[in-house]
């Protein structure tokens, strides 16, 4: 029988889920790569933070290990997403025709 | 009426995902370039572990959680080694 | 008696890998707290560097309180870009208007530069891309300042507040 708190599970999961399939439609829509890293790493880290939330509302005893594994997303996300921003950028990848502003491009000459 | 509703509001979470995993793919065949492909491989495997701890969720087994753990590891790790390529220039 | 045997730094990352081998296998059986001791100290003696995370942590009463603050700020801050980010992809016309700004941090030690680098990708709509001692670039979908100080005051200054107590 479903209680409560299951049903709340489930509507988190569904929020999170949401929040997944917006990074995969931010990802098909963006223009250049900075803006795909942007809509897509970051929507779909909070999508899987809620996912992981709603499992621990149907599952508590769970709860230690879903824990883990939220801090391991939290860590090791952004930082995947800003290695891969800045060998984008040493390596010269292309930028969308609507930046205008490069700080970083003026600073190294590049 | 509560059991039916849970099973709805599962089953809906179980279709966004596969609806955001093939968007994701869609940008992983397009690419243009292979930085596009990087990121849109970290996406999916983000969406995987959310899959993964679904697929726990349905099988009631707590092992698979450690599954989904393994598998961030390795994605990290994956992506770090491809920027890395990446930045020495390809 | 462990005081003697472990210098401080030794200590915190001893009792970090325990804690975490501790909630990954979900139990306190024998056999497995002896192997995660085993292992916690092989890792410890061999790998003497420390968690930096934990070592250069202020662990004064001021700094525990800003730490949940911080954390406290962080998750409002995440969710509320995240809905504006969700705004941004789902409008038909794409409103962006993307550009690398640079900005300048107060924050003096290293684990406290890389928590502000954290933060600032971890919210929606910014993306750090590279670090480069006081300074970072930041890429920005939608950029509203362009200039270093004002930039700054709308991206960092939120979550330095609270960095600066804890990393210093």
């Known amino acids: 029988m479903a209680t409560m708190l299951d049903l709340i599970g489930a509507l988190l999961l569904v929020c999170g889920t949401a929040f997944l399939f917006l990074g995969g439609v931010g990802l098909v829509r963006m223009p250049d790569t900075y803006n795909r890293i942007q809509a897509g790493t970051k929507t779909t880290t909070l999508g899987t933070l809620l996912t992981l939330l709603g499992v621990a509302f149907i599952h508590p005893d769970w709860s230690f290990k879903l824990l883990l594994i939220a801090i391991f997303l939290l860590f090791t996300n952004p930082l995947s997403s800003q290695i891969m921003a800045r060998a984008i950028h040493r390596n010269g990848g292309d930028q969308s025709p609507l930046t205008h502003i490069d700080r970083l491009a003026e600073d190294k000459g590049r | 009426m509560a059991e039916q509703l849970f099973v709805l509001l599962i089953g809906l979470a179980a279709v966004l995902t596969a609806c955001g995993f093939l968007l994701t793919l869609l940008r992983f065949v397009k690419g243009p370039s292979s930085a596009d492909r990087v990121v849109a491989f970290d996406v999916l495997t983000i969406i995987s572990i959310s899959g993964i701890i679904f697929a726990a969720l349905m099988a009631d087994r707590i092992i698979y959680l450690d599954v989904a753990l393994v598998y961030a590891l390795l994605s990290f790790l994956g992506v770090i080694v491809v920027a890395r390529y990446l930045e020495r220039g390809l | ?168």
């Open chain 3, 1 to 168: 008696m462990f005081s003697s045997l472990f210098t401080r730094r030794q200590w915190v990352l001893f009792s970090a890998l325990l804690l975490f081998w501790l909630i990954l296998m979900n139990s306190l059986a024998t056999d497995v707290l002896i192997t995660g001791v085993v292992v916690a100290l092989l890792i410890t003696f061999t790998c003497g560097n420390g968690l930096t995370f934990f070592t250069e942590f202020r662990w004064s009463r001021e700094a525990v309180v800003a730490g949940f603050l911080y954390y406290g700020y962080f998750f409002s801050e995440l969710v509320k870009s995240n809905i504006r980010l969700a705004q941004i992809v789902i409008s038909p016309s794409l409103p962006i208007n993307p550009g690398i700004v640079k900005i300048r941090t107060e924050l003096t030690s290293q684990m406290g530069r890389l928590m502000l680098a954290n933060s600032i990708t971890m919210t929606p709509g910014t993306l750090t891309v590279e670090l480069d001692g006081e300074w970072l670039y930041v890429h920005w979908v939608t950029v509203e300042h362009e200039d270093i100080e004002s930039a700054t005051r709308h991206l960092a200054a939120g979550f330095e507040r609270y960095l600066k107590v804890i990393y210093g």
